[in-house]
Every structure is written in C-alpha cells, then in structure tokens.
C-alpha cells in the first residue's frame, strides 16, 4: 500500500473518531455473518461506533490525535468501538454484547489515556457512569440545605399544632 493510501486511510479513520478520546477493542472475527449484522445495528442504534481496520493503520491514526495505550490491545483481529456518551455506558453495552454473543471477546481498551484490559473493561462496566456520579454530588451537595430545611420546619411546625390546639380550647 502506498503511503499516499495510508495517509488517506489515516486521516478518515480520525475523521470518524473524531473528538472521542475513550476506546474499546474488541474481536469479533469468529462471530457469524447474522449475528455481526444484529450486533452491528444494535451498536448504530446505541449510537455506538464500530471500526475494523487495519491495526498498524489504526494505531497510527490514534497516535497522530494524541490517543495512547492500544499498542497492546491493537493486535491480531480488532474491531475498535467508541461512543458520545461516557465510557462507562461503552463498557456496560460492550460488556451486554460480550455476554449474548458468545464469540465477542472484549480485548481491552483505553480510558483517559490509560491503558485497561478485558478485566478492566468488565470492572469498569459495574461502575458508576458520568449521570449516576453527577447525581449523587447533587444530592449530596443539596443534603446540608434539606436538613437545615428541615431542622427549621420541624419545630416550627410542632409551635404551630400547639399554637391551632390553644385555640381550639379557647374557642370552647
């Protein structure tokens, strides 16, 4: 292949990655044609993105974006995945697939720039993802209000039956 070819290759494989930083690599070489086809659309309509290219290839358009750590999940049979959303819900789907197809093998991936295996990628799909994290700040960081909230409308209200009991006693 002529290095022209290769540079074009390159720059379209990081035209579709995009600003995705986060990827997952997977082996799906031994899985057959009507189950790749299911797992193929069920990807696009998780809004999942799958790419089988040539490894060398691959990794040189990832390191060109800055993207490190696939050098040893990039080997032999890869398909590489990426999504929007956080890695987290990546890694739970990818995880979901591996499970229902039982050729999928989950190779690895790279999260941050960090390099993680099958093990990895099984862990990080029993995380919490980027909503759930962000949720629970939330509610701890509204705690403190709801309690003061409460401490305040708790004597109060007991002061107010007190208060509606003595007239109600009055007005007999």
């Not at 082996?27 to 060398?56: F, G, M, P, Q, Y």
């Not at 990832?62 to 590489?80: C, F, N, W, Y």
């Not at 029993?126 to 401490?151: N, Q």
Request: avoid cysteine.
């Amino acid at each position: 292949m002529s290095r022209n070819i290769k540079n074009m290759l390159i720059s379209d494989i990081q035209d579709r990655v995009g600003s995705a930083t986060d990827f997952l690599v997977v082996d799906a070489s031994k899985v057959d044609a009507v189950s790749a086809n299911k797992w193929r659309l069920s990807l696009r309509a998780a809004k999942i993105s799958a790419l089988t290219v040539k490894n060398s290839i691959a990794l040189n358009a990832l390191k060109r974006k800055g993207i490190e750590g696939l050098d040893q999940v990039l080997a032999g049979p890869s398909t590489l995945l990426w999504s929007s959303d956080d890695v987290v819900s990546l890694s739970r789907a990818v995880a979901k697939y591996a499970k229902d197809i039982a050729k999928l093998e989950i190779k690895g991936g790279t999260v941050d720039g960090q390099a993680i295996d099958a093990a990895g990628v099984d862990a990080l799909s029993k995380s919490k993802g980027r909503l759930e994290t962000i949720g629970e700040l939330a509610g701890l960081m509204l705690a403190p209000g709801r309690m003061l909230a409460g401490a305040m409308q708790g004597p109060g209200g007991q002061l107010a039956g007190q208060l509606k009991t003595l007239s109600e006693k009055d007005g007999e």
